[in-house]
């Protein structure tokens, strides 16, 4: 089989070869990334373009290009060459590199010459993108259905794939041409052509556009709209189509930041109000009483949180009941009856606080919440006391029908500081521009987000970083297997912050042990984490954790990834200053890393302070051990892991 794949790629090869010196006499057009190891070359196959994409030398795709379908001429090309940087306001690293070699070809209608398209494509020293630009009818509103976008792998490619945002990823690729042409693909995909690179394809800056879904037919992929299509007149961008491509699966996590390169700067004049830090839910720590939240707050405080998130009834059910919701309720619920509370609170008005009883839903059989009540103002007052901002949860049903200008007027007049807006639309080209209205009011109101459920980031976090996180993915609410925490940061994660919804006291998933679960907090990007399960229990049993969260920066100026196996394990070590914050992860099989510390400057004495799990057998989790020791640069760390384990710590100048 091996032999075979091997036959079929060097065919592979010798055809892309012939096309490329072919594209020659019909304008073809090769450029590379500043560093050399991306390059491309763009011709016109019977009047259609696309784009021979190589990685050190070999070829990994072919890519039809644009929306026109085809009888094209180009009319003009230039080239140009982008060695730049920015600073994020947050990120894993304190200044990203944005450097890439970008052609632009103006495409003309063979029969006539007049304009078509324009054709961007850029070699990233990380990777491929391209986007088009076409005029739609410029006198009314038209619609287009889709795209010309395609993706023809090298033979042997296989996929990291899933059909659902939550859905589990398998252990081991699945071959692109065993992928179903009925099922929704779902972007990041990650795709390992072997012997040649790893890739994963995502899209950037999508806006006035409907999201994109891959879709595989006989191994072919290429961006379908999740829901709807592209109205619009006048002159129209494409979102970009991008492929990151690494030597190493190390290497595509260290370079997730090609995403938000793709994205227009920040458009936010003064971004210093936005504080990485992480957050602390009501979920296990307090109901939605005055006394429990400020109790709460002092054991948060203790963690080093810099925020407490309050979720769903705060201001009553989720959205508005109908008389029909109010009677079915009742019926199941009889004993409430003589409890006239939970009537106003199933009006749900976002401008007010609920009190009483803020029932559920009205055919689940849990009741909901009772003896709701909160004086914002006292809360807002005693969080700020423990240097705590508060968070609130909003349905996006509820956002999408209200006058956002005013409620966060009215939310910042409160005190409030951060919003979590939940079952937020997703998929159509009228959602996508919600999203965007929703993170720019934001702004101006000084709130930072956390969008949840099946929004998936485009890299929107570099134009607006007040959305320090995302859901969009199956985290720990999700019933799946430990290996899942191995995977998502080389699929979802590459695609922007990730909210897993970490449960560090929670059973979870089976077996995972506690530093497994501690470890994803220094392991996984992003600018805050929403953490649930009993702070208290952290603070009063586990001095270790709380030393260790405590310490984490969220705002890192270097990353190094170690070590990493797609869905088996992956060692992270993220530097603020001079010092260092170490996770590791493993999945379904015990591991045993080994780093070297050339990361360190020289000369100097470190302090490492290490957790790691405690391995009477390592293939059964048990509890773990804490360690202190001088290191210095050079010298090797060799950690055990069990199945379903990790380890973290940090290093520390010793002067």
């Given at each position: 089989?091996k032999?075979q794949s ?7 090869l010798q055809?892309?070869a012939?096309?490329a010196s072919?594209?020659s006499?019909?304008g073809g057009?090769?450029?590379s990334?500043p560093?050399g ?5 763009f011709?016109?196959d019977g009047?259609?373009?696309?784009a021979?994409v190589s990685f050190g030398?070999r070829t ?5 290009l644009?929306?026109?379908r085809g009888g094209l001429?180009?009319?003009?090309s230039?080239l140009r ?7 994020p306001?947050w990120g894993?690293r304190?200044?990203y590199?944005?450097?890439y070699?970008?052609l ?6 063979a029969?006539n ?7 961007y494509l850029?070699?990233?020293?990380e990777?491929?993108a391209?986007?088009a630009?076409f005029?739609m009818?410029?006198?009314t509103?038209?619609?287009l259905?889709g ?10 490619a296989a996929?990291?794939?899933i ?5 589990t990823?398998?252990?081991d690729p699945?071959p692109?041409?065993?992928l179903?042409p ?5 972007m990041?995909?990650?795709v390992?052509?072997p012997g040649?690179?790893?890739t994963?394809?995502f899209?950037a800056h999508?806006e006035?556009?409907p999201r994109?879904?891959v879709?595989?037919e006989?191994?072919?992929?290429s ?12 002159e ?7 492929v990151?491509?690494?030597a190493?699966p190390?290497e595509?996590?260290?370079r997730?930041?090609?995403?938000e390169?793709l994205?227009?700067?920040?458009a936010?004049?003064?971004?210093s109000?936005?504080k990485?830090g992480?957050?602390?839910s009501?979920l296990?720590n ?5 006394h429990?939240?400020?109790?709460a707050?002092?054991s948060a405080a203790a ?7 309050i979720?769903?009834g705060?201001y009553?059910t989720e959205?508005?009941w109908?008389?029909d ?9 009889p ?5 006239a509370?939970?009537v106003e609170?199933?009006r749900?008005?976002?401008f ?10 009205p055919?689940?059989s849990?009741?909901g ?6 004086d ?6 005693e969080?700020r006391a423990?240097?705590l901002?508060?968070?609130l949860y909003?349905h ?6 209200v006058?956002l200008?005013a409620l966060f007027a009215?939310y910042a ?7 979590k807006?939940?079952f937020?639309?997703?998929?159509s ?5 919600f999203i965007r209205r ?10 930072w ?9 485009d890299g ?7 959305l320090?996180i995302?859901?969009g993915?199956?985290?720990?609410e999700?019933n799946h297997?430990v ?11 590459l695609c ?9 006291f929670?059973?979870g998933?089976a ?9 994803m907090f220094?392991?996984?990007p992003g ?6 399960g009993?702070i ?5 049993k586990?001095?270790a954790?709380?030393e260790f969260l ?7 100026d270097?990353?190094?990834v170690?070590?990493?196996?797609i869905?088996?394990h992956l ?6 200053g001079?010092a260092f914050y170490?996770?590791?992860?493993t999945?379904d099989a015990?591991h045993?890393t ?7 400057a020289?000369g100097?004495?470190?302090?490492l302070t290490?957790l790691?799990?405690d391995l009477a057998?390592?293939?059964v989790p048990?509890g ?5 020791r001088?290191v210095?640069?050079g010298d090797?760390?060799a950690v055990?892991?069990s ?6 710590g940090t290093?520390?100048?010793k002067?």
């Amino acid at each position: 089989m091996k032999t075979q794949s091997k036959v079929l790629f060097s065919i592979f090869l010798q055809v892309s070869a012939a096309l490329a010196s072919a594209a020659s006499a019909e304008g073809g057009k090769s450029f590379s990334s500043p560093d050399g190891r991306v390059s491309c070359v763009f011709s016109l196959d019977g009047g259609r373009p696309v784009a021979d994409v190589s990685f050190g030398g070999r070829t990994v795709f072919r890519s039809s290009l644009g929306v026109e379908r085809g009888g094209l001429r180009v009319l003009r090309s230039d080239l140009r060459t982008v060695r730049s940087s920015w600073k994020p306001v947050w990120g894993f690293r304190s200044e990203y590199p944005e450097n890439y070699t970008e052609l632009s070809v103006k495409l003309g209608r063979a029969d006539n010459g007049n304009p078509a398209e324009t054709l961007y494509l850029r070699c990233y020293d990380e990777g491929f993108a391209v986007r088009a630009k076409f005029v739609m009818e410029p006198y009314t509103v038209s619609s287009l259905s889709g795209e010309r976008t395609d993706w023809r792998f090298a033979p042997g490619a296989a996929a990291w794939a899933i059909p659902g945002t939550e859905s589990t990823f398998p252990a081991d690729p699945i071959p692109l041409a065993d992928l179903s042409p009925d099922k929704a693909w779902r972007m990041p995909l990650t795709v390992q052509v072997p012997g040649v690179a790893y890739t994963s394809i995502f899209e950037a800056h999508v806006e006035h556009y409907p999201r994109s879904y891959v879709h595989a037919e006989r191994g072919i992929l290429s961006p379908r709209f999740a829901m709807g299509v592209k109205e619009g007149r006048g002159e129209t961008l494409t979102p970009w189509r991008a492929v990151a491509l690494a030597a190493t699966p190390a290497e595509l996590v260290a370079r997730a930041y090609l995403v938000e390169n793709l994205n227009p700067p920040c458009a936010i004049a003064d971004p210093s109000w936005i504080k990485p830090g992480f957050c602390v839910s009501d979920l296990g720590n307090f109901e939605l009483r005055t006394h429990e939240i400020v109790a709460a707050a002092q054991s948060a405080a203790a963690t080093g949180a810099k925020y407490i998130q309050i979720d769903w009834g705060w201001y009553g059910t989720e959205c508005p009941w109908t008389d029909d919701d109010r009677a079915t309720y009742l019926s199941r619920h009889p004993e409430k009856k003589s409890d006239a509370t939970w009537v106003e609170n199933s009006r749900a008005d976002p401008f007010t606080t609920a009190v009483g009883t803020v029932p559920y839903h009205p055919y689940w059989s849990y009741s909901g919440r009772t003896g709701v009540e909160m004086d914002m103002p006292k809360i807002v007052s005693e969080l700020r006391a423990h240097g705590l901002g508060l968070c609130l949860y909003v349905h996006g049903a509820i956002l999408e029908n209200v006058d956002l200008d005013a409620l966060f007027a009215t939310y910042a007049k409160w005190g409030v500081v951060g919003l979590k807006p939940g079952f937020v639309g997703y998929g159509s080209q009228a959602t996508t521009d919600f999203i965007r209205r929703l993170v720019a009011v934001a702004a101006k109101h000084r709130l930072w987000l956390d969008i949840h459920d099946l929004q998936l980031p485009d890299g929107i976090e570099r134009t607006w970083p007040n959305l320090m996180i995302t859901e969009g993915g199956g985290g720990e609410e999700g019933n799946h297997p430990v290996r899942q925490d191995v995977t998502l940061p080389f699929t979802r994660c590459l695609c922007g912050p990730f909210d897993y919804t970490p449960a560090l006291f929670n059973a979870g998933k089976a077996g995972a042990t506690k530093l497994h679960k501690l470890a994803m907090f220094a392991v996984y990007p992003g600018a805050t984490a929403v953490m649930r399960g009993s702070i208290r229990n952290l603070v009063e049993k586990d001095s270790a954790a709380v030393e260790f969260l405590r310490a984490l920066p969220w705002n890192y100026d270097e990353t190094f990834v170690f070590d990493a196996e797609i869905a088996r394990h992956l060692t992270v070590v993220r530097r603020k200053g001079d010092a260092f914050y170490i996770g590791g992860l493993t999945g379904d099989a015990a591991h045993e890393t080994s780093i070297t510390l050339d990361f360190l400057a020289p000369g100097r004495d470190y302090v490492l302070t290490l957790l790691t799990d405690d391995l009477a057998d390592a293939s059964v989790p048990r509890g773990y051990r804490r360690e202190t020791r001088t290191v210095r640069k050079g010298d090797v760390l060799a950690v055990k892991m069990s199945t379903s384990g990790g380890f973290c710590g940090t290093i520390a100048d010793k002067q």
